[in-house]
């Protein structure tokens, strides 16, 4: 089945900055890309996605991005704010399908 | 609010309890899953229920037991639990059960003494 790794597992930015989270996966035929934030006691809630027909994706202070050549994909948050702070989940699946193989997360500190 | 809830958001139990978990969606989705989310692992997919039908059984012990009586309610019944799993269980809906995105819940933050 799919694989997803998922670097750093935390990263401390200052408020402002630019984060980078970046995701490998194994599974050439995966072409749904989710990314997912999941706040202190809440679910995880989707933020953005791309499909493989797409390279970019932007949506204000977040954009992901996606090669497919190398199987790997990065969320990318600009001008990070406290209200950033969260863990991050990236995971890809094989559409149709809604079995999503999720990262193991990646920890965000936005230092005021 | 995700329009997905669930309770109870703590539970504490011992090896030869039994318990339940509940999962209700108000968005009229036609999907619902079960997840576990364990410290420093990924995500796991134990169950999904397509309009009421389990399409999806992860090779789940038998002592998780989903239930599933219509599309908005989803129970997880839980027995003789062992330590490790202890987790937070996350439900959530979607509604198309191959295409759409998933909707979670706050979870059930599990403790197996």
């Known amino acids: 089945g799919e694989n997803v790794e998922q670097h750093p597992s935390t990263l401390s930015v200052q408020e402002g900055d630019s984060a980078v989270i970046k995701c490998t996966y194994s599974d050439s035929a995966s072409n749904y890309f989710p990314w997912y934030k999941q706040e202190l006691g809440k679910g995880p809630q989707l933020i953005i996605d791309?499909?493989?027909?797409?390279g970019e994706k932007k949506d204000q202070r977040i954009a992901v991005t996606l090669n497919k050549t190398a199987k790997h994909f990065s969320l990318h948050i600009t001008e990070t704010q406290p209200e950033d702070s969260a863990v991050y989940f990236c995971?890809?699946?094989?559409?149709?399908?809604?079995?999503?193989?999720f990262g193991t997360g990646t920890r965000l500190t936005v230092i005021p | 609010e995700t329009g997905v809830t669930q309770t109870p958001r703590h539970l504490v139990m011992g090896m030869t309890n039994k318990k339940s978990l509940k999962c209700e969606q108000h968005l009229g989705h036609n999907a619902m899953y079960w997840y576990k989310q364990s410290a420093k692992k990924p995500l796991e997919l134990m169950f999904v229920y397509s309009l009421e039908e389990r399409v999806e059984n992860n090779s789940v012990p038998s002592r998780f037991s989903p239930e599933c009586p219509n599309s908005s309610h989803l129970f997880l019944h839980l027995h003789t639990l062992q330590p490790e799993d202890s987790a937070l269980y996350l439900c959530a809906s979607s509604h198309d059960p191959l295409t759409d995105t998933q909707y979670f819940g706050p979870g059930t933050r599990l403790t197996v003494l």
């Open positions: 995971a890809a699946t094989i559409r149709p399908a809604n079995n999503l193989f």
């Open positions: 791309i499909r493989s027909n797409v």
